[in-house]
């Protein structure tokens, strides 16, 4: 889940949020946020950032023991409200080391500069920097059926993506590298092209497709947001479009987002608003298409 203003695409205790689910899901946004921190903010260099992220490891296993650790420890402010929510809500641990587990893979590949050969391992670090997300908050809502996993995991998958190609321009001066280096061949697109921020036709064409298939993508989970009862569901259905605004600002720049970076902003939410009461959760491919353009 790389750091993008802090999650801006996944509403933290919004409005929405059933009002006895906002402690566990403030602690865990909080885990994730204090971790991004770690691993991205300020100018450390990589091993100290690791070490930080094993030792912020460390104070997770010790949350996740029972019973409850005292409140002493680097972050107490993260571990004490999170140890109390592990243990009423029962959150698998294994999807809180996931996460860590991702911003480590951060830390590493920004160090040595490694790409992601192509859109598979793009995906599988997804599953890792995003789609514990969803799952964690599934377990919150008391659905743990594995289709609504794999729509859970298509919805964080495709968010992250989108954060990844909204962000082109802030990724590329960071060296951080999240464009898939087989997309970047096929379309004969040079990064140094993009770092100097200059146009560059065939980066269209192919920021183009990565935002084709992240729409396909979030629309293969969508339909999850109409099974979610209640507010629970109209947050994700508002989550859910609000990834699609992104993309469709992609689109209206060409693909361009090397050189300006699109946003959500006041003047979208009733158009986000609309789309949450008035759309079906998934549509065939050809009539998604032109439902967008109508809109």
């Not at 991205?40 to 990589?46: F, T, V």
């Not at 770092?195 to 935002?211: D, F, H, K, N, T």
């Not at 992240?214 to 859910?240: C, F, I, K, N, S």
């Amino acid at each position: 889940m790389q750091g993008v203003d802090h999650y801006e695409n996944f509403p933290v205790a919004s409005w929405l949020c059933p009002p006895a689910l906002r402690p566990p899901i403030v602690a865990i946004y909080r885990f994730a946020r204090t971790a991004d921190d770690l691993a991205d903010e300020g100018n450390a260099p990589a091993p100290q950032r690791l070490a930080a992220l094993q030792a912020y490891r460390a104070e997770l296993g010790r949350a996740c023991a029972a019973p409850l650790p005292p409140p002493h420890g680097r972050w107490p402010e993260v571990f004490g409200p999170l140890a109390v929510q592990i243990q009423r809500h029962a959150l698998p641990a294994q999807w809180l080391h996931a996460l860590l587990d991702a911003f480590e893979q951060d830390v590493r590949y920004t160090a040595e500069g490694l790409r992601y050969p192509d859109m598979p391992a793009l995906l599988d670090y997804c599953s890792r920097s995003a789609n514990p997300v969803g799952r964690l908050l599934l377990h919150l809502y008391g659905v743990s059926d594995p289709a609504a996993w794999r729509q859970s995991d298509a919805i964080c998958s495709a968010l992250q993506l989108i954060n990844f190609w909204q962000d082109l321009r802030i990724d590329l001066s960071r060296q951080r590298h999240y464009l898939p280096t087989e997309c970047l061949h096929r379309h004969g697109v040079d990064e140094a092209t993009l770092q100097a921020g200059r146009p560059c036709p065939p980066a269209e064409a192919m920021v183009l497709e990565l935002s084709a298939h992240a729409r396909a993508l979030m629309r293969q989970g969508a339909p999850l947001a109409r099974r979610l009862p209640g507010r629970v569901g109209w947050e994700l259905r508002l989550v859910v479009q609000g990834g699609l605004r992104i993309l469709d600002k992609i689109d209206s720049l060409d693909g361009r987002t090397w050189q300006q970076r699109p946003r959500l902003t006041a003047a979208d939410v009733p158009l986000l608003l609309w789309r949450a009461w008035r759309r079906p959760a998934a549509l065939p491919p050809s009539q998604a298409h032109t439902d967008e353009t109508r809109s």
